[in-house]
């Protein structure tokens, strides 16, 4: 049996919703132990998120369902005196603290990383928020989506009819939980070098920008602002959406041996020679006149087979595929990126799994994601803490 990656590390997951979930699913999916601490009321605010009205209700929302496979929770309230010893003495022997509070919370309540790096130096402490620790904006309420519309995200999407327009997934919040995991393991690669723990500080906003790099040096570099292309590439041309005879194909002729291709398998060679279609700048310059053009023929036959057609010519296409179908595609099954996993009293549910493919260490979907404090037994007997004690201390609400 192999060894999984984070076998043996410890994560201490005090976050909450999307961004900080989705770096512990990660970690968790490469086998760390990734304890979820969350308050005794009712946990993560995700448990109650979803469509599903009687899984709100037991606190385990499709929300929380999506990205919290693998885990232990435990229930402590750490803004009681019990409840902060209790954390610090868990914290002597993590590895890993992740949360994603606003800035100076975990500082006030006496965990935060100064405090815990003093009893634990070998600690990676991360810290995820909307505009990072400092700076001018730290301290504003953030959601997915007001990243969105700071970051110029919104801005760039869409066409001329409809913007700014937001991306149909929380993606600030994802990119961000992935940034977050890509950092913390790139922090215990430092630490085996040189037994040094340390603090990361990941910003939503900081980490969604970089994503979009060839836009921003079109500006920064080249001087040029975004032009709203709807589903059309600024790349290239014909590099977009285009209709067929059943719907929609995405084509990306972006080198010019594709252009001709596409000439070619539509039966247009005449398109190869005409002057406004020559060179690729120029076909870009000209591609409200050349896209009803390749709709012509296009139209006459249905996406499948313009796929199948163009793809045999070595030029990129596909369908656009409706999020159910996209799920149950053969390559995505082929793929195995979705598992099953049994929840109990619902039946076997539909969650992704390890998208990065080990072959010597692979990361798996081992258990569901956990009830709230289902945990807190096995956790807190195995910090010596007795039956009668956990008794009252759940009595007193601490845990």
Known sequence: MSTRIL?????????????????????????????????????????????????????????????????????????????????????????????????????????????????????????????????????????DQIIQGLSGEMAVNGDERLNPLRTGFPVCDTVGGLNAAFAVMAALFHRQRTGEGQSIDIALLDSIMPLMGWVAANLLIGKQQPVLMGNDNFTAAPSGTFRTADGFINIAANKQEQWEAVCDVLGVPDLKRDARFEERDTRKKHRKELTPLLEARLTEQPTAAWVD??????????????LEEALRQPQVQHREVLKTVPLDGFGDIEVFGLTALFDKTPGTVDTPPPALGEHNGVIYSALGISEAEQAELKSKGVI
């Not at 369902?65 to 993590?94: V, Y």
């Not at 919370?105 to 990383?113: A, F, S, T």
């Not at 057609?309 to 409706?322: E, F, H």
């Open 309 to 322: 057609a163009l793809n045999a010519a070595d030029v990129p296409s596909g369908a656009i595929l409706g």
């Open 7 to 143: 076998e043996g590390i410890k994560v201490l997951d005090l976050t909450n919703v999307l961004s900080g979930p989705f770096t512990t699913l990660h970690l968790a999916l490469l086998g760390a132990e990734v304890i979820k601490v969350e308050n005794p009321k009712d946990g993560d605010l995700a448990r109650k998120l979803g469509i599903v009205p009687a899984l709100n209700k037991r606190l385990m929302g499709t929300s929380f369902l999506a990205q919290n496979c693998n885990k232990q929770s435990i229930t402590l309230n750490t803004k009681s005196a019990e409840g902060k010893a209790i954390f610090l003495r868990m914290a002597k022997d993590a590895d890993v603290v992740v949360e994603n509070f606003r800035p100076g919370v975990m500082d006030r309540l006496g965990i935060g990383y100064t405090v815990l790096s003093g009893i634990n130096p070998r600690l990676i402490y991360c810290a995820i928020s909307g505009f990072g620790q400092t700076g001018p904006d730290a301290l504003n309420p953030a959601y």
